[in-house]
């Protein structure tokens, strides 16, 4: 599985901002989506993750209440929406994938595919 990330930006604290991973691949539209980002000096964590079809979302607590993740339609596609944003959400943020979902996948080494981190800055 292919992912492409877009989506990110330079904002101010409390704004929004949209991420978007497209999955390329046959069977791409199947897959666990997830997003993690990775601050400067710091380790990459999970953020959010949504099953095939929608149905199962997940979140790190840090973001539950102001991020949500979807799943497009068709469904290769997945969004997360990111409203409330504070400073310390700045990183460069990464989508991932994996074949099956589970909630305890929260972990980097629990994908195995990646995309290229799109940034997100937010000021204060």
């Known amino acids: 599985v292919q992912l492409q990330a877009s989506g990110g930006g330079m904002v101010q604290a409390g704004a929004s901002l949209r991420l978007s991973c497209t999955a390329s691949?046959?069977?791409?539209?199947?897959?666990?989506m997830g997003w993690f980002r990775q601050a400067p000096g710091k380790e990459r964590e999970f953020v959010a993750a949504i099953s095939w079809n929608g149905a199962g979302t997940n979140y790190a607590d840090s973001v539950e209440g102001r991020f949500t993740v979807s799943r497009g339609n068709p469904r290769n596609k997945v969004y997360m929406q990111m409203n409330s944003l504070k400073p310390e959400d700045t990183a460069v943020y990464y989508c991932?994938?994996?074949?099956?979902?589970?909630?305890?996948?929260?972990?980097?080494?629990?994908?195995?595919?990646w995309g290229q981190g799109t940034q997100v800055t937010v000021s204060s």
């Open positions: 691949g046959r069977t791409s539209s199947t897959y666990m």
């Open positions: 991932a994938a994996r074949p099956v979902y589970s909630d305890y996948a929260r972990r980097p080494a629990d994908f195995g595919s």
